[in-house]
């Protein structure tokens, strides 16, 4: 930091130099700043952020609700001027567009660059230097999973069945060709041939889970064969796994069916956990809908889409996981599912149901007529589709229809029957309000009283069934002093002239972690560089947001001088308060001389706190 030994930070002696340690250190601080600076350039803050959630104009800036912590109201917000965003809610999370990438997608920092460089068309080879070995070998499966996709593309038009197949089960040329649909042949290894011949090694090709080696010899053979294969992509809409669909019911050696779909194993890239097939295209219309509608397989989100219905995604046969609503959370409060649903308090349905539940989203549930799964539907009737989407039933209807609908409600063992079915799901409600709109129902339903209704609700407990949610080791109320200190921050942003107005003695009332961003502010005259010291340019950036936001048409000179006044007085109580437990210590040791001495030194603190 240019001047600073020099300046306002050399009055704080030792002090000041701890503090200022490791403004270069930064891993990413010497790089090569050129092309990360070209990505950066070429994408606009507010476009990529509001790619992922949903984002308001406020003033200058945008605000949402935070993605990386749940809260009622909007404290997320972007600043477009700075291109930074951060959070003033209880995570205090904050930065430029590859903090939000990496924090969004749960990813390090090469493959943050990685991802921002595909979507600003900057070759990522200026920037591979920086990526770690797992970035690199990450890079690999996806070159690997991108030349097997089009390998299963041209497999699919050169055989007439597979096309045949999936043109006899309603899918358009336009879909197969959207969602890059292909076919695995029949032959052992027909793709592990052909990825050994572009150069590829036979390990890298079972670490993108596309082959297996045989346990009775060295050879490798296709994991995938004879299917109809469907890409699963991430949101960036790159391939990084596959769902195949068995053509033919063929018996296997043991007498056994062969699985009718099979997926890719856990890879680097691909967790099933953590994707939601077709999300990558359908996360935008889920914003503008305000909800998600939730089917089980592949088949079920193309013929949606094909049918009009573009707000859907899969679960790809999985119950719904932690990470998922997470991700769904981004893009709306709001799902509907259209799978089987059974109240069983075991079936894997039904626990995802209920952490949707307790993350608070609001569920429908989409009965189809028949029990015809979408596809079949979409296919027969996409009106009728439509229809059983516009009059999806609350959750609350839904599972009181099924529970009245298997008890009779007029005998003593059907109301038992009843509420051991209803009790568990009202119990995990988080909402205390919709929790006793569900007992009155269940009591009019029932004809038992409310009180008795409560009292077997307390007795049932739940557990394994919430979401754990991530907490920042920052998650802390600030207190008053870190308060001012911030404000002192934002009003040097806004008006720099108040930047005169604190004298060099005053840094020494601020906290250590403090000083070397006010430090910085006063010897810029609170003008922001576009260049910054790595260590406390978040912090900077925090300031200058708040100093958006928070800052009106006030006396900034009189409010700054207040803060400081204050910012004086709570030190002053501290050093008061510190000098009492001394006198007491002196006192119990009887020390008589250091009492003396402490005394003195509390008389004069005491003197420059009435003062103040």
């Known amino acids: 930091m240019e001047g600073s030994d020099s300046g306002l930070f050399h009055a704080l002696g030792e002090r000041a130099s701890v503090s200022s340690r490791g403004f270069e250190s930064h891993p990413f601080r010497i790089m090569m700043d050129s092309p990360i600076e070209e990505i950066k350039n070429k994408l606009d803050i507010v476009e990529l952020i509001g790619s992922y959630i949903k984002l308001q104009k406020a003033g200058a800036n945008y605000r949402a609700v935070c993605p990386f912590h749940t809260e009622k109201g909007p404290s997320f917000f972007v600043s477009p001027a700075r291109q930074i965003w951060h959070c003033f809610g209880s995570c205090s999370e904050g930065g430029d567009i590859v903090k939000f990438i990496m924090k969004i997608e749960g990813v390090e920092f090469g493959e943050a660059l990685r991802i921002l460089a595909q979507k600003a068309g900057v070759d990522l080879k200026k920037i591979s230097p920086q990526l770690t070995a797992q970035n690199k070998q990450k890079q690999k499966l996806y070159e690997i999973i991108e030349l097997a996709c089009k390998f299963f593309q041209k497999q699919l038009e050169a055989n007439k069945d597979a096309k045949q197949y999936l043109l006899g089960r309603g899918v358009s040329e336009e879909s197969i060709v959207s969602w890059r649909l292909g076919y695995s042949p029949e032959a052992w290894d027909s793709l ?33 064969r004879d299917r109809i294969m469907f890409p699963i992509f991430d949101l960036n809409s790159q391939p990084v796994a596959f769902g195949g669909r ?26 099933k956990s953590r994707i939601l097939y077709g999300l990558n295209k359908a996360h935008l219309e889920i914003r503008k809908e305000d909800y998600c509608i939730l089917v089980e397989g592949y088949m079920d989100v193309l013929m949606a889409r094909q049918g009009g219905t573009r707000n859907v995604a899969a679960t790809s046969g999985t119950a719904l996981t932690p990470y998922q609503l997470k991700i769904l959370k981004r893009f709306t409060n709001n799902l509907y599912t259209s799978f089987d649903m059974d109240l069983a308090g075991g079936s894997a349905t039904k626990r995802g149901i209920d952490l949707a539940q307790a993350e608070g989203f609001d569920i429908k549930v989409v009965v189809l007529p028949g029990d015809k799964d979408p596809a079949d539907l979409v296919l027969r009737d996409p009106e009728l589709w439509k229809e059983s989407v516009k009059n999806a039933k609350t959750i609350h209807d839904f599972y009181f229809s099924i529970a009245l609908a298997k008890f009779n409600k007029n005998t003593a063992d059907g109301k038992k029957e009843i509420s051991k079915l209803l009790l568990p799901v009202i119990k995990k409600i988080p909402n205390q309000i919709e929790q006793s709109v569900w007992v009155k129902s269940l009591s009019d339903e029932i004809g038992v009283k409310e009180e008795y209704i409560l009292a077997e609700l307390n007795k049932i407990s739940v557990s394994g069934n919430r979401i754990v949610k991530e907490e920042s080791s920052r998650n802390t109320i600030k207190n008053r002093k870190e ?11 806004k008006n720099p002239a108040v930047c005169e107005l604190m004298a060099k003695d005053d840094l020494k009332l601020v906290s250590l972690s403090m ?11 609170g003008i922001l560089g576009k260049e910054m010291p790595e260590s406390f340019s978040q912090k900077i950036n925090q300031l200058f947001l708040k100093s958006e936001i928070e800052l009106g048409e006030n006396d900034y000179i009189s409010e700054f001088k207040d803060c400081l006044r204050q910012l004086k007085i709570l030190c002053s109580k501290d050093r008061l308060r510190n000098m009492s437990e001394e006198i007491r210590k002196a006192e119990q040791e009887k020390n008589h001389e250091k009492v003396r001495q402490l005394m003195e030194q509390f008389s004069q603190e005491t003197k420059l706190f009435e003062k103040s």
């Open 246 to 271: 068995v053509l033919k019911n063929i018996k296997r050696q043991d007498g056994a069916q062969e699985a009718k779909y099979i997926n890719s194993p856990a890879t680097l890239l691909y967790d």
């Open 192 to 224: 592990h041939s052909f990825l050994i011949q572009q150069g590829y090694g036979a390990d890298e090709i079972v670490n993108a889970g596309l082959s297996l080696k045989s346990q009775k010899s060295s050879k490798f053979f296709d994991r995938f």
């Open 515 to 525: 000083v070397p961003t006010l430090d910085y502010l006063i010897q810029n005259k």
């Open 483 to 493: 308060l001012l200190e911030e404000r002192l921050g934002a009003l040097m942003i």
